[in-house]
């Protein structure tokens, strides 16, 4: 039963969160912003909802090793999966400002998770906790975020983006339904996916952390799938890549900073080497992007591989 429940879950995670970044990004697009933007903001929202929405559950119903697990796996299934799949449907051309500023900003969270996890290491404590005090910071930190977006938008809003009819395309009620309908669609099948995968874990002797970072994580991450390789098709790559970047972000600094805010999340030592995973894909993607502003069907693999050898390695580690 718990395998259905699993099933229905994803679906309603996926489809919610496809409608509603649907229903939001055509609102944004009437009110004349960069796709760039869309993808770092509305899309990167509507993508990371999924991680959230587990996250928060998780951490209330008392399975915080999901929780941290479904961030850093979801990372770099983004970085991995999403766009060395995207890369090899469609080279993705990647724009100065996202290799000067986003992705650095995108190692910067990794780094910050990293150092708020190490409790033992850097204070001697008894166990590694990110509590409700590291909560806050990462929330500022996510503040931080949110400020240099939208003053990006309203310095380029003008110049960068063509205007839109109001009167084309989707009514401005069925985008609102669409968005609003996607986030009860979310929320519902995020609390079928945290309670049927801990059901899961426990019966097939796995652990919290490796479900959410395999599992959880693959399933979760499937709207950035979807998302930014119908980005790239039609020929938006720069969606594409603030889609994974913003995601990343997102899932960091809002994910994790609202569940340890809501309670205090314990982080398994052995996390810590998928996370600094993360932070090693995440310069790897500042590098991939760095040569000629263009991720290519060559660094696609790559990633893709690498992926494949990650997770061998953390099922055999369990």
Do not use: C
């Amino acid at each position: 039963m718990e395998y259905i429940l699993l099933i229905i879950g994803f679906v309603l995670l996926i489809k919610g969160a496809d409608y509603f970044v649907e229903g939001a990004s055509n609102i944004a697009v009437k009110l004349n912003v960069s796709p760039l933007l869309v993808g770092l903001t509305i899309v990167a929202l509507g993508t990371s909802s999924p991680e959230a929405t587990v996250a928060i559950l998780a951490a209330l119903e008392g399975s915080p090793g999901v929780v941290l697990g479904n961030v850093i796996g979801s990372n770099i299934v983004n970085i991995t999966v999403v766009v060395g799949l995207t890369a090899l449907i469609a080279p993705l051309t990647v724009q100065s400002e996202t290799v000067r500023k986003e992705i650095p900003f995108a190692m910067l969270a990794a780094i910050v998770l990293m150092i708020l996890m190490a409790d033992v290491a850097l204070q001697g404590a008894g166990a590694n906790i990110i509590n409700r005090g590291d909560g806050i910071i990462i929330l500022l930190f996510f503040s931080v975020f949110l400020y240099y977006v939208f003053e990006m938008a309203r310095k380029n809003r003008s110049s960068t983006v063509e205007k839109v009819d109001a009167d084309t395309g989707e009514s401005w009620l069925k985008n609102i339904l669409f968005t609003i309908g996607g986030l009860i669609a979310i929320i519902i099948g995020g609390e079928m996916v945290v309670s049927s995968a801990t059901e899961i874990a426990l019966s097939l002797g796995m652990s919290e952390a490796l479900v959410g970072l395999t599992i959880v994580a693959i399933g979760t991450s499937l709207p950035e799938i979807m998302t930014s390789v119908t980005a790239a098709l039609k020929g938006k790559g720069d969606m594409a890549i603030g889609n994974v970047v913003g995601s990343n972000i997102f899932n960091i600094f809002f994910v994790t900073g609202t569940a340890s805010t809501v309670a205090p999340i314990a982080a398994e030592s052995k996390l810590f080497f998928d996370g600094w995973v993360m932070v090693g894909l995440t310069v790897l993607l500042l590098i991939f992007s760095r040569t000629h502003f263009k991720i290519g069907r060559r660094e696609g693999a790559v990633l893709l591989l690498a992926y494949i050898t990650y997770l061998v390695y953390i099922i055999i580690r369990n």
